[in-house]
């Protein structure tokens, strides 16, 4: 598998929401063309960021003590949401729209995988937002900490 980056081809802006619903804080990494780690930042515990991006630009959220990657992401306009219960749940951001307005009960067209399912079990429920076949969407995590320029 080859090293996560961001694409130099993409042009295509976006808008990312972090949200991070654990008890801690995480650290927020942007990956350059290069595939090394741009920090932008800490997201402390119950809040949230939104990022302009671009499609093809590479993100990853790692535990701010430890440093182990939680999630990664590449692709369109989304919210990435890391839970209390260590779940990553990726919704387009019409989902995540559709999501808040709903409430707790609402179902959205949302995919939702746990630590174990990004680590490449192939399983968890998938969606109409499913991006993995093209290459988009909640990216298998590496064991290593980022590379820091």
Known sequence: ???????SSSNEPCLLRFRNDRAAAV??????????AVS???LPAGTSVDQSTYTGHAWRLCDETTGVPLAEYVGASATVTLRADG?????????AALDDAAGPSGET????LGLEDQEGSGEGEQGSDDKQSSGEGVLPQSAAAPNVL
């Open 27 to 36: 650290l927020l990494w942007w990956l350059d063309h290069e595939g090394k």
């Open 109 to 112: 067209p949302a995919f939702e």
């Open 1 to 7: 598998m080859d090293e996560l980056k961001s694409r």
């Open 40 to 42: 932008y930042g800490s």
């Open 87 to 95: 779940s990553v749940r990726v919704a387009s951001t019409e989902a």
